[in-house]
């Protein structure tokens, strides 16, 4: 089983916005990413998608992005992101989507020999765009990270989907990583960050975990393998 990941697809099916307003190397970006996804993922392997999957507003809306994923080769994990705002109750959620498709929301779930959590994340204490309205949110994701990772049933290793770095942006790390510590995480994949927030982006082996940053356009729409588990 492989485990690829790729974040930040902002498809918009249900009513098309142009990727291409932020940058021409977005132009025609999910046939790059599908192309890539049908060559390389197999129908035994795993595809993490850490957030923004859609523009939709709504989950009606969001269908139409949601089917063409489930369409595609494998197992998919995904998580919510900042602008998913068609992510709506979790039940709903996966009622919605394709069996291939696993929503991760408080929870978690074991594919092969390996457990898949996660959380969105929010704006870290540090970041230059905190502020007492983040406080709140920001410890709020923290418990769900909590409650993921504890839903975990045995000792099998983690692999953690978070939307948001669990470093500030200055590279440092967030309460974040206080938490993952104190599991079996192996890897992390994140996403978010895009252009000029890509100067201080931390990847690579951190107290013993592997983190990976996975947005799209910093992939060149490819997905990234994190982990071949035999």
């Known amino acids: 089983m492989k485990i690829f990941a790729i974040s930040d697809l ?18 025609g970006h999910w046939d790059k990413i599908r192309n890539n996804w049908k060559r390389h993922v197999g129908e035994d392997d795993v595809v993490l998608i850490p957030g923004d999957i859609s523009w939709a507003m709504t989950l009606d809306e969001a269908i139409i992005d949601l089917k063409e994923i489930g369409e595609l080769p494998g197992k998919k994990i995904m998580i919510r ?23 991760i929301q408080n929870d978690s779930i074991k594919y092969g020999d390996v457990w898949f959590c996660g959380t969105r994340g929010w704006v870290s204490p540090g970041s230059r765009d905190y502020s007492e309205h983040d406080e709140k949110i920001y410890n709020r994701e923290l418990i769900r ?10 000792e099998s290793p983690i692999v953690v989907l978070l939307h948001y770095p ?5 590279g440092e790390n967030t309460q974040f990583i206080d938490i993952l510590k ?17 100067k201080n982006v931390k990847e690579g082996c951190v107290d013993g975990i592997n983190f990976h940053l996975v947005s799209c356009d910093y992939l060149n729409f490819e997905l990234k393998e994190i982990w071949e588990v035999v």
């Open 10 to 27: 902002h498809l918009s099916g249900n009513t098309p916005k142009p990727m291409s307003v932020f940058g021409d190397h977005w132009e």
């Open 81 to 103: 992101g900042n602008h998913d705002y068609w992510w709506s109750s979790i039940s709903r959620v996966r009622k919605a989507v394709d069996p291939s498709i696993f929503p």
């Open 145 to 154: 990270l909590e409650l993921s990772l504890n839903s975990v049933e045995d």
């Open 166 to 170: 669990p470093f500030d942006d200055r």
């Open 182 to 198: 104190n599991y079996r995480v192996k890897h992390v994949v994140f996403g978010h960050l895009h252009g000029d927030s890509l």
